[in-house]
């Protein structure tokens, strides 16, 4: 049995997972999941956290989008009227919403999607959520790179994988470029290039045939992996969206 950490296990189980686009996405969107369970469960009771909301805990618009599409409307009403507190406290300054930048409000929905330097294109420093997603998959990157350096049986698993979506190879690529006179991380540059092309080509073949599919002539031939792949290729592309 192999001596390995929690999160260690749960990155390794991930990449067990020979299907999945992107490794990255699949332990965000676990973790994006949680998050949004507990911020509408048991961190809207809680002292440290309620009195904060719409002040240091603000919310990215594609956030809020999703806390709406989960079933927890009481939360979110909850949430939504102490935004709305903040901004009528506001108001009482003689600050007008509609002149007034960085109102909660304004703050809360129009958070703009490329302000203070994204690492990966679609973070929100300003989002709560957005942050902690951040910090999860740099946690999960450096994870990923130890395991390589350690685990053989990892380095297969990686080497086997279906790669990353765009944002992830880019996070990983620059982590690994930060961290380049570390032994071993030669090895792990090139592999996780060499995964990224051979996937695409792979995804971009599935998508052809997809295509080819709708011809007449192929209609009674199988579909093979190709049916999914227009879901898969959006993955790949922009990741959890
Ligand atoms: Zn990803
Ligand atoms: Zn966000």
Not at 24 to 29: A, D, I, R, S, Y
Not at 90 to 98: A, M, R, S, T, W
Not at 158 to 180: A, D, Q, T, V
Not at 206 to 228: A, C, H, M, R
Request: glycine share 4%; charged share 35%; aromatic share 8%.
């Amino acid at each position: 049995m192999k001596k390995l950490k929690i999160e260690e296990i749960k990155i390794y189980e991930t990449f067990e997972n020979k299907l999945a686009e992107c490794p990255f996405c699949v332990l965000e969107k676990s973790y994006e999941e949680q998050l949004m369970h507990s911020i509408l469960g048991e961190r809207i009771m809680d002292v440290d956290f309620y009195p904060k909301i719409g002040n240091e805990h603000k919310f990215c618009e594609n956030h809020i989008e999703k806390l709406n599409r989960g079933s927890d409307k009481l939360g979110l009403a909850i949430m939504l009227d102490k935004i709305i507190n903040e901004e009528k406290k506001k108001l009482h300054k003689n600050k007008p919403l509609q002149k007034k930048d960085n109102s909660v409000v304004k703050k809360l929905l129009s958070l703009s999607k490329n302000s203070s330097a994204p690492s990966n294109g679609k973070t929100n420093y300003e989002c709560f959520i957005c942050s902690k997603l951040d910090e999860n998959n740099k946690d999960n990157i450096k994870t990923s790179v130890e395991l390589w350096n350690k685990d053989m049986d990892f380095r297969l698993l990686y080497k086997e994988s279906r790669g990353f979506c765009n944002n992830h190879y880019i996070n990983m690529i620059n982590e690994l470029e930060k961290s380049s006179e570390k032994k071993g991380i030669a090895d792990i540059y090139e592999v996780t290039n060499e995964i990224h092309l051979k996937n695409l080509e792979r995804l971009q073949e599935e998508l052809q045939w997809f295509i080819k599919k709708f011809d007449y002539l192929n209609s009674d031939k199988p579909w093979g992996t190709s049916k999914d792949s227009v879901q898969r290729a959006l993955q790949k592309l922009l990741g959890n969206y």
